[in-house]
């Protein structure tokens, strides 16, 4: 009798550590785990017409950078950080190389500000305007250095742009800023959202 009854708990057990292994395994299929990244999208053929590599379109890459809270403006892109596509310097600038306040004498420095479009977003760090126009000019005028940075943040409108413009790039000494603005400002104005 008391061999029958181990017979029946220990079957009875084994039914239960399958079924919560069983539900274990389906869960972890099913469900994603809200904490983990989103895993970028493959790509359909026709959204690769626009780019110039294979296997890249909108949603290959990270369209915009991480963020950090900002007194002035709100929001920034997070320093020296790295995403599928871009990366941002120590300056909180999308540009490759880290480079001091102190301009070489022979260097001139282009600014660019705005929002996501301004960012480049959705395109690589190599295939941005800045990065383009940069590397044209170094090539053409090799008596100066040419720095065109983005210092751009998905969203930002034009009063954003001015603070920050007063309280990081003058201190750069830019030889131009462009704030390559308007979209966001209407935007925000017409949603109530306006800063």
Not at 18 to 40: A, D, G, K, M, S
Request: hydrophobic content about 35%.
């Amino acid at each position: 009798m008391l061999k029958k009854y181990f017979q029946i708990v220990s079957s009875f057990t084994f039914i239960i550590l399958l079924f919560i292994f069983t539900l274990e395994v389906i869960t972890r299929i099913l469900i994603r785990n809200p904490h983990e990244e989103e895993p970028l999208k493959q790509c359909s053929e026709e959204s690769y017409e626009p780019y110039d590599k294979k296997d890249q379109c909108y949603q290959s890459q990270e369209e915009i950078a991480k963020m950090e809270y900002n007194t002035f403006v709100g929001y920034i892109p997070a320093s020296n950080n790295t995403g599928i596509g871009w990366h941002t310097n120590n300056n909180h600038y999308r540009y490759n190389e880290n480079f001091t306040q102190q301009k070489p004498e022979n260097e001139f420095r282009i600014f660019i500000t705005g929002g996501s479009t301004a960012w480049g977003a959705g395109v690589q760090q190599e295939q941005t305007f800045s990065y383009l126009i940069e590397k044209k000019l170094n090539q053409n005028y090799k008596q100066k250095r040419f720095r065109v940075v983005i210092a751009a943040a998905g969203a930002w409108a034009s009063s954003q742009e001015k603070i920050f413009i007063a309280n990081y790039i003058i201190d750069f000494k830019p030889d131009i800023i462009i704030m390559f603005s308007g979209w966001n400002d209407i935007y925000h104005a017409y949603t109530g959202t306006d800063y």
